[in-house]
């Protein structure tokens, strides 16, 4: 579904991604991961349209997407998680999920000054996938009013109801507890089972080993391994690469 082929991009004479590739294979769940300062963020933004390469190509089911702007890699199918949330604080919980179903502009302040219009079909949506949380009962809660892990549960509602072809997730348990962890965990396989393509980046090893299908290893830019968790659990090079860290 995705590749990155020979991506390099240089901030100065940093290299922050250098001849990077790797593939995404369809309906199964992916981990980017490496040690800090290895280019994992930087291969995202460079996905979704954030940053444009120096060099090399981004293809998304079978279309070069490289240099496009992030709405209209958004508008392909492309959902991203942020690692920082960005829900609207003087909106309910159940009007940010709203929000999400529609991602090109005009729709979406459209929906923004029509929030209470909500469709029949939309709010049972909305409703199941608060339940699938555990948070049916915060939906009229306005999000200022949430924990930090409530609002990563929203956070990540909202990007798996933007309508989308292929999930990519920014740390998506990074500071929530070992019970929440647990459950997006439980929700990401769910996700898959149900044909979903989905790419993350996590520095939690046991969840992430646990969780991916095939896993990919940075450092200083590079892909140094890839495989299945269990080839990469005792790669020499990953390995060091972690404890050089």
């Not at 949330?85 to 000054?113: C, G, H, M, P």
């Not at 962890?181 to 990401?188: H, V």
């Amino acid at each position: 579904m995705l590749k990155v082929q020979n991506l390099k991009k240089y901030f100065g004479g940093v290299k922050a991604v250098d001849d990077c590739s790797f593939e995404v294979n369809e309906r199964t769940i992916t981990a980017l991961i490496g040690p800090n300062g290895a280019g994992k963020s930087t291969v995202f933004n460079l996905i979704s349209g954030l940053l444009n390469p120096d060099s090399g190509k981004i293809i998304f089911t079978n279309s070069n997407i490289t240099g496009l702007k992030p709405e209209e890699i958004s508008n392909l199918g492309i959902s991203r998680l942020f690692q920082q949330t960005k829900l609207f604080n003087n909106l309910t919980v159940k009007e940010n999920l709203f929000l999400a179903f529609d991602n090109e502009d005009t729709k979406f302040f459209k929906n923004l000054f029509r929030v209470n219009r909500i469709s029949k079909k939309k709010q049972e949506k909305i409703k199941e996938m608060l339940k699938l949380v555990d948070m049916e009962k915060f939906e009229n809660q306005l999000t200022r009013d949430l924990s930090y892990g409530q609002k990563r549960l929203i956070e990540l509602l909202r990007t798996i109801l933007n309508p989308h072809k292929f999930l990519i997730l920014d740390e998506p348990v990074a500071g929530v507890t070992p019970k929440l962890r647990e459950k997006i965990g439980e929700i990401l396989q769910k996700l898959e089972n149900q044909g979903e393509t989905i790419l993350l980046i996590e520095h939690d090893m046991n969840f992430t080993l646990k969780l991916a299908d095939i896993v990919v290893v940075m450092e200083k830019g590079r892909v140094i391994a890839q495989g299945k968790p269990e080839e990469i659990r005792n790669n020499p090079r990953v390995l060091d690469a972690y404890l050089g860290e």
